[in-house]
């Protein structure tokens, strides 16, 4: 038993919706990077057969052309699809005090909002499709999650969207 060696997984996926707009800047060497954090939802029944919500929030942090492509589609409010990595950091704030968080590092970001056409933003016509984005391919797809998706699901998510 002592051979067997753990595996080093790291992955998360979580859908959720940013709690303010998101926060872009760049590095002393001009690496683009946003940070910004989401709301996930959880409904369940409690032990009285009552509908409850649990609210979990998350930190989310995003690198060069996906920070980009961040900066100019998120606001507050934005649904998201993220897949990435926890990762922690420390740093010292102003007094001098240690401090942690425990955040995602994003590879990839699905934006669930349409987006309005740019020439139709004064009629309102929405474009098709969302927008999949990859940190190492920053090439916009139509490729999207639904294809995961149950019928049940798809469709409650189409109507969230509404």
Known sequence: ?????????????????????????????????????????????????????????????????LAESCKDRLKKGSAVLIDGELQSRTWKNDDGNSRSIVEIKARRIQFLNKRLKATDSQNGEIEGSDVFVDETDIDYTTDTFDKFLSKDESALINNDQK
């Open 1 to 65: 038993m002592a051979d067997l060696k753990m595996p080093e997984i790291n992955y998360v996926i979580i859908a959720g919706n940013l709690t303010k707009d998101p926060i872009y800047r760049t590095t002393t060497n001009n690496t683009p990077v946003v940070n910004f954090s989401i709301a996930s939802n959880r409904k369940f029944k409690d032990s009285n057969n009552s509908w409850q919500e649990d609210v979990c929030y998350v930190g989310v942090v995003a690198w060069n052309k």
